[in-house]
């Protein structure tokens, strides 16, 4: 699912990772294999955070899940693989404005503030 940059600031102070900007030159590839997300890399691959719970709660939560695993020790290159749960649950506030993106959707995600420490990956 594709975040909002409040969203994905609630998961990155939860979840240990780094946001794939959306015009990384891998982007456009990562999305028609797996569908509109915001993506993100840590030390194992790259991730996406999928809703739990019912989308009219208070407050949100989604899953981390795995698509693709790190294939070289330099953490270059992806190997996709069958979406798997990882057991790691983010909780995201409620919107500030009435609603949430995961009943209805949010357009758009936010540059990457953190800095890179290892070249992003050509899938």
Known sequence: M???STQVKQ??????AEILPDDHPA???LNNLFGNHTFFLDNRGLKVLEPTGAPEAEAQSG???SLADWSD???TSLRPHEPEMTGVVVV???SMHGGNC???GCAGSPPSNRPSSRRTPDP
């Open 2 to 4: 594709k975040l909002s």
């Open 102 to 104: 995961f009943s209805r």
């Open 27 to 29: 982007a456009a590839q």
């Open 11 to 16: 998961t990155l102070s939860q979840f240990q």
């Open 63 to 65: 899953e981390v899940v």
């Open 73 to 75: 020790a330099t953490l």
């Open 92 to 94: 995201l506030a409620a």
